[in-house]
Each structure stands twice: as C-alpha cells, then as structure tokens.
C-alpha cells in the first residue's frame, strides 16, 4: 500500500546560488521565479537558457574571492513547473521534465492510477473533461517509466462509459497502453479520514490506497457552487456514497478529504479552461485557452497557481484558505519555487 502522508515543498532559505539548463524538451527562455540566497536576496524573474550550457556557475560554501575559485551548483528542482505551448502532449512532457522527470514518481514495475476530470461526456474542445491527448500522454510517461500497469479511472456524473468515449478519453487511453477502469459499487471502500473535521470517513476508491503512485490530472474550470474546480476537488471522483452532500461546507469537507489523500503528482491541464457556466459547460465560447500545464507536488500550490490562470487570486477560494490554514500547504505563490518555461 502506499504512502499517502506526502510533504508539501515550500521554498527553503538555503542557498539557491545557480541556475541550471533547461531541460532538453524545453524550447526558448525559461524563469525560476521566487528564489532566494542565504542572505535573503531574491532574484525575480532569473532568465534560463538552453544555451547556457548544463549549468551556471557561482560561489560556493568557502570559496575565495581569488579567481579561478568558482565551483559550479546545479539549481534545485522546483515546487511548480508550468510551461506554455502549442502542443498538450510537449507541454506536459517539458512540464514533469522540470520536476526531476517520471521516473522520479513511477519505479520500474509499478501500479499507477491516473485520475482525470470526467464530469460528463463532452468532447475535448468544451474543456469539461481532461484532455485527451494529456491524459494519453501521462500514460505513455509512466509506460516508459517502467510502470508495469497504468488505470485510468473516474467516477463521472452520468455513464461512465459513455463519458469517458465522448471525452475521447476511452481511445486516448488505450493507445497509449493503459487501461480503463469503470467503477462500481464493489470499488469503494469506507474509509477513516483521521484529520478530519467535517466528516471523519467516506467511502474511497480502493485503487487510490493500493496503488504505488496516484496521479491526479484536474482541468481548470469554474463552477457554480465552489467557484473553481482544480486538483483538490478533482478528488470528488474518487469518493463513493452522496458526494452531493461534500457542498454543504465545502471548504471543510474537501479539506478533509485531501488530508487524506495526497496525490504523489499533479498534473493541471490548462491548454483548455472552462471560464462560464462551469463544471458541465456546454458552450464553445464559455472556453479560453491559456495553453498551459502546470505540475507538482502539492494540491494547494497547484491550484493556488490555478487560480492566477482562471483570473482569480487563491484567496478568493474558501477551500485553499482553510486547506491553508490547517496546514497543507502555503497559498502564497511568493513562497514556491516557480519555474516558467514554453515547450
């Protein structure tokens, strides 16, 4: 069973004295925003470029002011790694690659579990469901990373069946090699929620506890009870029983839930986002497209940068302010190390 006690990383005070190249999926300049030295110093906006080589230079711990005394220092990885472009499946790629890479999540024989946003059945244009071709890719990734099983699953609304088809997440998923998984009843599994303040158990998905790594992959969209839907209500669909019910205080209960469970990486597909009439939408010009992915580790930072994209600020959600204040993580983006780059 896996360990769902993960640590959330917050920027450290340590010494962030170089930057590093970017990786090699990355195309153009790419900026690590928010870091700082052990003096306190910030460099905003720092520029990276493939072009510099494998790695900058700087003074390390003891080195001399004489010449010739530079040792060189490899920039640490960071919290958030977003990055903009034309195609999902580069975006993604570059995206992870800045996190340390797949393999640094799926070990070689691994099960994974991938959780999309299946609300209903609508075609990958309407920006209901993930996208297809993100979540195709995420399976490919893990593939390749040695996973000897990827599940793609969801506990959408309507049929399951007719969802995930109409999505183009059935034909996505298959041909990349993974395998879908339609819940039922005999799939959910009441399960204690220790920290939990406004409900103390709820029945889950099984898979999520037994999995070796659970990735989650929310798409950005509005929604007309909780405002956002991003990665920690992206968790609704692993819960059983009258979901309906996790409305009523909200903030509360969804931070219940992600006390419990805690994705080991987040995936937010962007390229399209649902701005009007959210979660089930239905009108091609309630979509934008930002174009963008962003990845991590952790929930509350993921969809504290989610809300800069969708044109709101993390405190305008009740959820990430109480997930915040009981510890799961810091909303303010100044505190992350943010790497921005294009694919």
């Known amino acids: 069973m896996r360990d769902i006690d993960r640590r959330t990383f917050l920027l450290s005070t340590g010494r962030w004295l170089a930057l590093a190249a970017l990786a090699p999926t990355v195309s153009g300049c790419g900026r690590l925003l928010g870091w700082s030295d052990s003096q306190g110093r910030v460099a905003d906006d720092a520029e990276i470029s493939p072009d510099d080589g494998e790695a900058t230079t700087a003074a390390g711990p003891g080195a001399t002011d004489a010449p010739g005394s530079e040792t060189t220092t490899t920039l640490p990885t960071p919290d958030l790694a977003v990055i903009r472009g034309e195609s999902p499946d580069l975006n993604v790629r570059a995206a992870v690659a800045q996190l340390g890479g797949m393999e640094r999540f799926v070990k070689s024989g691994a099960k994974v579990v991938v959780k999309p946003n299946v609300l209903t059945g609508r075609p990958p244009e309407y920006a209901v469901c993930t996208n297809p071709i993100v979540i195709g890719t ?27 088809q109409e999505s183009g997440l059935t034909q996505a998923t298959q041909e990349a090699g993974g395998t879908l998984k339609y819940l039922s009843n005999r799939n959910f599994e009441t399960m204690e929620i220790p920290e939990g303040v406004a409900i103390k158990s709820w029945p889950f998905v099984t898979d999520v506890f037994e999995a070796d790594t659970f990735i989650n992959v929310p798409i950005g969209k509005v929604h007309g009870l909780t405002g956002l839907t991003l990665a920690m209500k992206n968790l609704m669909g692993v819960m059983g029983g009258s979901r309906g019910r996790i409305h009523s205080h909200y903030a509360k209960k969804i931070t219940d839930v992600n006390t419990l469970i805690k994705p080991d990486l987040v995936i937010l597909d962007a390229y399209r986002v649902l701005t009007h009439n959210g979660p089930s939408g239905g009108r091609l010009k309630d979509v934008a497209m930002p174009k963008t992915c962003v990845a991590g580790t952790s929930q509350v930072a993921i969809d504290a940068y989610g809300c800069t994209i969708m044109g709101r600020q993390p405190t305008d959600l009740s959820s990430l302010v109480e997930a915040s204040a009981r510890g799961l993580g810091d909303i303010d983006l100044l505190h992350y190390r943010i790497y921005e780059g294009t694919a």
């Open 138 to 164: 995420v399976v490919r990734m893990c593939l390749e990373a040695g996973a000897a099983q990827v599940t793609v699953l969801d506990h959408p609304t309507s049929s399951a069946r007719a969802a995930f």
